[in-house]
């Protein structure tokens, strides 16, 4: 767990730019499918719309022909002599009422055609009893029944064709169906009442073929009388019964959507004036849309875009991103505290990162460049500190020094005080005008001397000095006036309360180094032995003495004081052995 | 490193499996709207619910006791639309919709192997000549090829109202092997004692016209089957004489079309019925009527030697059709049915009262059987026994069309035109007719 945070973590540029582009691309996806979706919907349902109601207003024409060819047929039947006579003639020799039969059948196969003579069944039953009955078909109820039924009164008192909607008609062709039933009174001039009645009996399945064709699971159709009755459906059970919503809605008294056996249908319609009824078309809008796998199509470009483009975009992005994450590893492989200055960054991958990188370099370069520059001003101080240590010389050792003198010649000691003066400017030719920070041990030795001297001279002969120099270490290099203090101090304070002492100096060499040793048999030194005194020599005292090794040499070398009260002080100057090869 | 390919990784998946599934869905959904053949449906067209459909759906029965998993469906049309819905598709070429099986009238049948050839199926291999009777053969053979499966026979007879015709004085023996003379002075009898018609006659079926011709081996067509002829036929010239007398006699009703010609009998308001015997199921529909009714031979033609008592009219075959699909599954529920089993000829013979043209089907049980309804005669014996002397003729192409012209002739001459000069028109109408 902890690994993927750190993943995610140390990655967070790469993720968050990819993030980004992802959510991008996703998001375009999205809204420019939902858009298309959305307008193509739209479309595609207006013009399924359309083309739906070119189909309805088709239907109605072709019910309108067919009302045309029917109303014809019944004209026909008024208009022949045939007819005329067939309905009204009582009796009739045999061969006139054969030759009226054989005229009756050609006047009115020829208004028929084949093509309605299959569709429907004409009827004709005269107020006589007389029938006539078109096709193979037989009669289902006696012409009495016929005659007296409502349909034919309604017939009786209308002028025009009466068209309505029956659950049985007057033929075999019809027994048990559906029909739809035109109906006129035959009168001939001169009569008031009619000699008889044509029906032509339509079918349901007529009916049906109307609109069968152009029905689809997206797009049902049906035919409704002009008072709601459901006249023909694929739905047959609905045959016959009277549908007030699907009415109001296709009047336009009500929206146009409406619920239909429980889905959401637009409802489109043609009225076709003539059969007095409704070519209805209820489309299911969410079926059609499906039938165009509308969704399903722009569902699975739109994946597939999207898929490539990320797949693109993530491949362009790691390259890109790689270089700067080559540069984080390699910084941070330089976090532990030890830059290697030395090693640079290669510069490649885009410009920016080839300029990260360069500016890298430089900053190593620069910063190189500022230690060195450190380095040597730091050494340069720390000669300068050296220098400005060493250089000094206390003004009161000079003046008590100058007294002594003038003690010596005041007291006629004139040998003395020209050894004395003599001493003095070898010490002060050292120190002040010699600028040299190292001399040899041999000259140092020599400056000891001279420096004993001059305090023997001023204090007393009981503390006597001896100075050894190995002979292989006379060459070697040391700090000026690096001993004299100890010495110094020594004489100060090593003998206290005491007659006489002895301090023995020791220059040799061990090993790499180069040994000092200040010994004295003196009373020992106290832990808090003071260092300053008014008047020594250079004012560096011990722990001077200490740090100058240390800026010199190193911490590796120094002093160590070793000291017993009562018994004596030694003091070890341990520096490294350095050959001094240059002239004098 | 690692984490970038992880994302890598699980992108990818997450697009690929949306694709996948928009991918898969769309095409299941886009894949039905296959056709509807299927395997193990035929279907079968006939008219006259009482007759041929009803044997359809009998054979339907006897058909699936032994082949279960196959659906036959009978649809019953009238015959008008069924000609005009096979020729219609069979010229356009178009099979959507049309039948495995179809019920052709003898009198059509050549028209559509001429007219349409391939498309009726050859079924030599199920229907062996020697099987069925020689007359029916006839219509559906073309260069020893049997085309059909025969069916019923259309073999015309004389059924009458036994007590109209004695209380007009006559009994049955007066009705055996009548000529038509003398059926018309029964009718005029009949007319004057019970006041009903002796039978009813369609201006525009020529049905009586067509029956009287057979009788004496005659048609509208040479034995050429091509040949009009009209002007020169003088047994066709007889048989509208004659049916010119019976007009003038005044011992039909005129009616025209299919109801008016069955309620007159069921009705009980003509005294006889000369036509095939495949009425005899509409007369026996009328119940009330058992018992009442005697069948004898058809009247044959006065001044014709060669004209027998008996003829043919109408009579139809099982075809089936080649190219609308499971043409081999039709052909053997043909086989099974109507072109072998007498045992369904048999319960035929009993339903409808079918008069097979299958030879071995007199050998039925019911064929012996005496029918109550026709008082105890043994009508299938009669019918049999004269469908076997029915003269063959050729009917030809142009039956119905000829027929037409005829009609229009028959009225003139009942009009009181001259009958030689009509038919001279006539045959002039009829040759321009066929012509075309």
Same mark, same amino acid.
């Not at chain 1, 090993?511 to 004012?539: C, H, R, T, W, Y």
């Not at chain 2, 069921?266 to 095939?276: E, I, L, N, R």
């Given at each position: ?26 998001? $375009?996806?999205?809204?420019?499918? #939902? ?5 193509? @919907? ?69 208004? #028929? ?108 159709? #049906? #035919? ?73 199509? $722009? ?90 240590? @060493?250089? @000094? ?69 009981? $503390? ?53 040793? $200040? ?66 | ?103 052709? !009238? ?55 109202? +036994?007590?109209?015709?004695? !209380? ?29 018609? *002796? ?16 009788? %004496? ?14 002007? !020169? ?53 009328? +119940? ?41 599954? %039709?052909? =053997?529920?043909?086989?099974? +049915? ?6 369904? *000829?048999?319960?035929?013979?009993? !339903? ?32 049999? =026994? ?24 028959? =009225?003139?001459?009942?009009?009181? %035109? ?19």
């Amino acid at each position: 767990m902890k690994k993927i945070l750190h993943a995610i973590r140390s990655n967070s540029l790469f993720l968050r730019v990819v993030s980004v582009a992802v959510a991008g691309v996703i998001l $375009i996806t999205l809204l420019v499918s #939902l858009i298309s979706i959305y307008s193509l @919907q739209n479309a595609y349902l207006q013009t399924f719309s359309n083309s739906n109601h070119v189909v309805t207003e088709h239907i109605k024409s072709t019910m309108d022909r067919f009302y045309v060819e029917t109303t014809n047929v019944m004209q026909t039947v008024k208009r022949s002599w045939a007819f005329k006579r067939y309905l009204r003639m009582q009796d009739m020799t045999t061969v006139d009422a054969s030759y009226t039969i054989y005229s009756m059948r050609k006047h009115l196969d020829s208004a #028929l055609g084949m093509r309605l003579e299959s569709d429907v069944n004409v009827l004709v039953v005269g107020v006589n009893g007389r029938t006539y009955v078109s096709g193979e078909s037989t009669l289902t109820h006696t012409t009495d029944e016929i005659l007296q039924s409502d349909f034919t009164k309604r017939i009786a008192g209308s002028s025009s064709p009466v068209i309505d909607f029956f659950a049985e008609g007057y033929t075999s062709v019809s027994k048990g169906k559906n029909v739809y039933m035109m109906g006129q009174a035959i009168t001939h001039d001169g009569d008031d009442t009619p000699s008889g009645y044509v029906y032509v009996i339509i079918p349901e399945e007529t009916m049906m073929d109307f609109y069968t064709s152009y029905t689809s699971d997206s797009g049902e159709m #049906l #035919l409704m009388q002009h008072d709601g009755t459901i006249l023909s459906s694929s739905h047959s059970a609905e045959i016959g019964t009277v549908d007030e919503k699907l009415l109001h809605a296709v009047d336009g008294t009500e929206s146009a959507e409406l619920e239909y056996r429980g889905k959401k249908v637009a409802v489109t319609s043609s009225y076709a004036e003539s059969m007095e009824c409704y070519v209805v078309n209820l489309i299911d809008r969410e079926q059609a849309l499906r039938n165009t796998n509308l969704l399903h199509d $722009i569902f699975f470009v739109s994946c597939v875009v999207s898929f490539l483009l990320i797949v693109v975009m993530f491949l362009m992005i790691n390259h890109s991103v790689k270089p700067i994450y080559r540069l984080i590893h390699r910084m941070s492989e330089n976090e532990s505290g030890k830059i290697d200055l030395t090693s640079k960054i290669e510069i490649a991958g885009g410009y920016e990162t080839r300029e990260l990188a360069r500016v890298y370099n430089v900053m190593l370069d620069d910063i190189d460049h500022y230690i060195d520059q450190l380095v040597t001003e730091q050494s340069n101080r720390r000669k300068a500190e050296i220098h400005a240590l @060493q250089m @000094q010389i206390n003004p009161h050792f000079i003046y008590n020094t100058l007294t002594s003198i003038k003690w010596l010649i005041w007291q006629g000691e004139s040998e003395k005080s020209i050894q004395t003066i003599d001493a003095f400017s070898l010490i002060l030719r050292n120190t002040i005008s010699n600028q040299k920070e190292m001399i040899t041990v041999k000259e140092e030795a020599e400056n000891l001397r001279n420096y004993i001297f001059l305090l023997n001279t001023r204090f007393s002969d009981r $503390i006597h000095t001896d100075i050894f120099v190995a002979e292989h270490c006379e060459n070697c290099c040391i700090p000026k006036l690096l001993v004299q203090p100890f010495v110094e101090n020594a004489f100060y304070h090593a003998f206290h309360g005491v007659e006489s002492g002895l301090i023995h100096v020791f220059f040799r060499k061990k090993g790499e180094n180069l040994v000092v040793e $200040i010994i004295d048999n003196g009373s020992g030194m106290p832990a808090d032995a003071s260092q300053k005194k008014s008047d020594s020599f250079s004012g560096i005292g011990i722990h001077n003495v200490n740090d100058r090794i240390h800026l010199i040499y190193g911490e590796a070398y120094g002093i160590s004081i070793e000291s017993n009260l009562g018994l004596g002080t030694s003091i070890t100057i341990t520096i490294p052995a350095v050959e001094n090869h240059m002239p004098e | 490193m690692h984490i970038k390919k992880m994302l890598a990784v699980l992108t990818a998946s997450l697009m690929l499996a949306g694709s996948l599934t928009a991918c898969g869905s769309s095409e299941s959904s886009g894949s039905d709207s296959a056709a509807n053949t299927d395997s193990n449906t035929i279907t079968i067209w006939a008219w006259d619910d009482n007759f041929n459909v009803k044997a359809a759906n009998l054979a339907k029965e006897y058909y699936q006791k032994t082949n279960p998993d196959v659906e036959v469906n009978v649809v019953s049309m009238a015959q008008a639309d069924i000609v005009q819905t096979l020729n219609t598709a069979l010229s356009s070429g178009t099979y959507n919709g049309l039948p495995n099986i179809v019920l052709i !009238e003898d009198y059509r049948i050549q028209n559509y192997l001429s007219a349409y050839p391939g498309e009726i199926k050859d079924l030599s291999g199920s229907v062996k000549a020697e099987d069925f009777m020689d007359y029916k053969l006839g219509v559906m053979t073309e260069d020893d090829k049997i085309y059909g499966v025969p069916f019923d026979s259309g073999v015309a007879a004389l059924f009458y109202r +036994t007590d109209y015709i004695e !209380e007009a004085g006559y009994s049955a023996e007066d009705m055996q092997d009548l000529t038509w003379d003398e059926y018309i002075e029964i009718g005029k009898a009949v007319k004057e004692k019970t006041g009903k018609s *002796m039978l009813t006659l369609d201006p525009s079926d020529l049905g009586q016209i067509r029956m009287m011709m057979q009788s %004496a081996g005659a048609w509208y067509v040479q034995e050429d089957g091509k040949t009009v002829n009209i002007a !020169e036929n003088e047994v066709l010239k007889e048989a509208v004489k004659t049916y010119q007398s019976m007009m003038e006699s005044g011992i039909s009703t005129q009616i025209s079309g299919w109801d008016p010609f069955v309620s007159a009998f069921q009705k009980g308001d003509v005294a006889s019925v000369p036509t095939g015997c495949w009425i005899a199921p509409t007369i026996t529909a009328a +119940t009330d009527q058992s018992g009442k009714w005697a069948v004898a031979p058809l009247p044959k033609l006065s001044n014709v030697d060669e004209s027998l008592n008996t003829s043919n009219i109408g009579g139809a075959s099982w075809y089936v059709l080649d190219k609308v699909g499971n043409s081999d599954l %039709a052909e =053997q529920f043909l086989a099974e +049915t109507f072109a072998s089993n007498v045992d369904l *000829m048999n319960d035929l013979a009993s !339903e409808i009262n079918l008069v097979s043209t299958l030879k071995a089907s007199s050998t039925a049980e019911n064929y012996s059987k005496p029918s109550e309804f026709f008082g105890g005669q043994e009508i299938f014996n009669d019918f049999s =026994q004269w469908t076997t002397e029915i003269p063959t003729v050729n009917y030809g192409l142009y039956t119905y069309t000829i027929e037409d012209i005829m009609t229009e002739a028959v =009225q003139s001459v009942l009009q009181g %035109a001259d009958i030689d000069e009509t038919f001279a028109n006539t045959q002039v109408q009829a040759e321009a007719a066929v012509l075309n």
